[in-house]
């Protein structure tokens, strides 16, 4: 059963681009977490989705950012109009039911703006 | 395969006690080990370790690492029911320029009153 997998691994994008980090949560998970870890900072929740629906978007900036879980596919983080401080790592994690402590962690997905 | 063990994988203990957590890690290119705690949504930071043998201190928490035998322990001493929580630990290990950061599955702990 292979783990939470998130791709690209390392992201390079110019200010003002469009940045899409890509979330394959476990087999058989259908709830997926998108967390923003800073340099030297912990891990700070965004947006929680179960297939097709946002469940909890309150860590997620108004503007420029969204979230998707499709019923195919993998969940896909959009960052619009990408500025210096969106550079950070990101990371998916998945879980098959609501309760919050059993997470797999992806390996991460690193953005940086130019 | 670069991989990261954190045991027991659940704990119970008492009010008071004092515990220690353990995570041993076989990685190709070590950067850093952290310690989160995760109680509901986002695991909150603990430590970060890069240098073998320096202890890292916060209140009743402490941690240190041996990168000669690759592992870490995270001590709570006196421990409350505030700290029941999932202990995680992470590697950062870097593979082909690319950032990588392995996670252990979690130690549960849970504190008795």
């Known amino acids: 059963n292979a783990g939470v997998m998130q791709n690209p691994r390392h992201l390079v994008r110019r200010r003002g681009q469009e940045a899409r980090l890509r979330c394959s949560p476990m087999?058989?998970?259908?709830?997926v977490y998108w967390y923003r870890q800073l340099p030297e900072e912990g891990l700070k929740f965004m947006v929680y989705l179960q297939k097709e629906n946002i469940i909890d978007e309150s860590g997620m900036p108004k503007e420029r950012f969204s979230a998707e879980f499709p019923k195919e596919g993998p969940s896909i983080l959009r960052i619009q109009q990408v500025v210096r401080g969106d550079s950070a790592a990101y990371f998916c994690?998945?879980?098959?039911?609501?309760?919050?402590?059993?997470?797999?962690f992806g390996p991460g997905t690193r953005l940086t703006v130019t | 395969e670069d991989k990261v063990v954190q045991s027991p994988l659940s704990l119970v203990v008492h009010e008071g006690d004092t515990v220690t957590l353990n995570c041993s890690y076989e990685v190709t290119n070590f950067r850093s080990l952290l310690w989160y705690k995760q109680e509901k949504k986002a695991p909150t930071f603990l430590f970060m370790l890069?240098?073998s043998g320096i202890e890292k201190k916060s209140g009743r928490l402490s941690s240190i690492l041996d990168k000669k035998e690759l592992f870490s322990i995270l001590n709570i001493t006196a421990t409350q029911t505030g700290d029941s929580a999932v202990y995680l630990c992470a590697v950062e290990a870097p593979m082909d320029s690319n950032y990588q950061l392995i996670w252990g599955a979690g130690t549960k702990l849970i504190i008795k009153p």
């Open positions: 890069t240098s």
């Open positions: 087999k058989g998970h259908s709830h």
């Open positions: 994690a998945s879980s098959p039911s609501r309760m919050g402590y059993e997470q797999y």
